[in-house]
């Protein structure tokens, strides 16, 4: 997971807009994807996004990814205390057929 | 529909025994893959099964190895364990091997 690099922790207030930022290395990854993991839980799968595309919009999750960067941002609008988790960024690589997980941001809303 | 189901939740192993964890996939799914995640760390890649064969592995000893039935349905075995085996073992399954993964809520693995 050490290719895939995420920022530990974030803290934001209740109401206020979260940003997750993730590099990945490997440019030939097709897929990016954005987990979510609550305390003693499984991953959630929140999003992805096509290598071919710059933007995604879910409700209150956006997805940018610059390609040339290799950075991918995960945006939550009005974050809840609900949000709070560990947020993991993976790139699907089709030679070996994995996911590569970055450590995980931990996002700690408050309210 | 149901997800992907993992049993047991928890484990306690002693140093040098085998374990062997279960993984249901979701409905429809064909395609499943096992992660190891210690504690702190995001999930490793261990290896995906694809229609019963293996199709990917990781950095992984022989030691681990896995299984996957017709339904679908997969083992991951574990001999001689070692105490760095201690870990949340994650089963994802999806529709191919290239598209979105499922998890199920993992498998929390304790060697003493």
């Known amino acids: 997971g050490e290719d895939v690099e995420q920022s530990l922790f974030l803290s934001v207030r209740e109401g206020d807009s979260s940003v997750i930022n993730c590099t990945y290395t490997?440019?030939?990854?097709?897929?990016l994807y954005w987990y979510k993991q609550e305390p003693g839980a499984g991953l959630q799968l929140l999003t992805y996004?096509?290598?071919?595309?710059d933007m995604k919009q879910d409700q209150r999750l956006t997805v940018l990814l610059n390609k040339k960067d290799k950075h991918l941002s995960l945006r939550i609008a009005d974050t809840q205390t609900g949000d709070s988790a560990i947020y993991f960024c993976?790139?699907?690589?089709?030679?070996?057929?994995?996911?590569?997980f970055g450590k995980g941001t931990t996002l700690s809303v408050s309210s | 529909e149901t997800g992907v189901t993992q049993s047991p939740t928890h484990l306690i192993k002693t140093r040098g025994q085998q374990v062997t964890l279960r993984c249901s996939s979701q409905?429809?799914?064909?395609?499943v893959s096992w992660y190891q995640q210690a504690l702190g760390q995001g999930p490793q890649f261990i290896f995906q099964?694809?229609?019963?064969?293996?199709?990917g592995r990781g950095n992984f000893p022989p030691r681990f190895s896995g299984l996957q039935f017709p339904n679908y349905s997969s083992e991951l075995n574990v001999n001689a364990l070692e105490l760095d085996d201690s870990a949340l073992y994650l089963c994802?399954?999806?529709?191919?091997?290239?598209?979105?993964?499922?998890f199920g809520q993992g498998t929390r693995l304790t060697v003493v």
């Open positions: 994802a399954s999806s529709v191919d091997s290239n598209t979105e993964a499922f």
């Open positions: 490997d440019s030939s990854s097709t897929y």
């Open positions: 996004i096509f290598s071919n595309m």
């Open positions: 993976a790139e699907y690589r089709q030679a070996g057929t994995a996911l590569i």
């Open positions: 409905s429809g799914h064909n395609t």
């Open positions: 099964y694809y229609r019963e064969e293996e199709n």
